[in-house]
Structure formats: structure tokens, C-alpha cells
Nanobody, 117 residues
Framework: QVQLVESGGGLVQPGGSLRLSCAAS????????MEWYRQAPGKQREWAAT???????FYSDSVKGRFTISKDNAQNTVYLQMNSLQPEDTAVYYC???????????WGQGTQVTVSS
């Protein structure tokens, strides 16, 4: 079973940057699409970015142009580089892996990102 562990969250000022990491327990990127979601206080979890097993990226309108999803195959790690952060980006960020054939989804435990002055 795939396990995902996020890290890199924290407190940052508006306009600042953070890089989140999601380490997978084994090599999975060839058969899983990797995604980042976020859940703000009192709101539903929302999709932020996808990196397909083929290397294609997709972003929600709310993060497009500011966030970048990438991966390091050797480290079995997916990243979310977040720039120009704003208070509305405050949320718990979750990494997710979706099997490309079965659609089985795995979640990490989440990492808190707080954007505040």
C-alpha cells in the first residue's frame, strides 16, 4: 500500500513562498497521477494541481501562474512550489496519488500552510 508523507508547511507572510514536499513510500509515479488538494477552515477540500504519470500538469484557476507541481523520480517525491502566497491560500494541503488504471486514491496526512502578516 502506498503511503504519502507531506512536509514543508508553515507560516509565511503575504507575497512569500513555500515549497511543499510529498514523499511516497515507493516508486509510483509511472502508474499514479499525483495531485495536491487544499482545505481552508470551514470549506470543502478543493483541487489545486495535478501531475500526470506522463508528466502533464494542470492547475486550478486559483493557483495557476503562482504554484508549480513537479517531481523527483529518484527521491519518489512530488513538490508544490507556491509563490506570491496570499491569506486566501491558508489551508491544510494534502498530497494525493490516484492509480491510473483502478482510480484508487491515497491521501497523505496534510500539512498546514498559514499566510499571515
Amino acid at each position: 500500500q502506498v503511503q504519502l508523507v507531506e512536509s514543508g508547511g508553515g507560516l509565511v507572510q503575504p507575497g512569500g513562498s513555500l515549497r511543499l514536499s510529498c514523499a511516497a513510500s515507493r516508486s509510483i509515479f509511472s502508474i499514479y497521477n499525483m495531485e495536491w488538494y487544499r482545505q481552508a477552515p470551514g470549506k470543502q477540500r478543493e483541487w489545486a494541481a495535478t501531475l500526470t504519470n506522463g508528466g502533464t500538469t494542470f492547475y486550478s484557476d486559483s493557483v495557476k501562474g503562482r504554484f508549480t507541481i513537479s517531481k523527483d523520480n529518484a527521491q519518489n517525491t512530488v513538490y508544490l512550489q507556491m509563490n506570491s502566497l496570499q491569506p486566501e491560500d491558508t489551508a491544510v494541503y494534502y498530497c494525493s496519488a490516484v492509480h491510473v488504471f483502478t482510480a484508487v486514491r491515497r491521501w497523505g496526512q496534510g500539512t498546514q500552510v498559514t499566510v499571515s502578516s
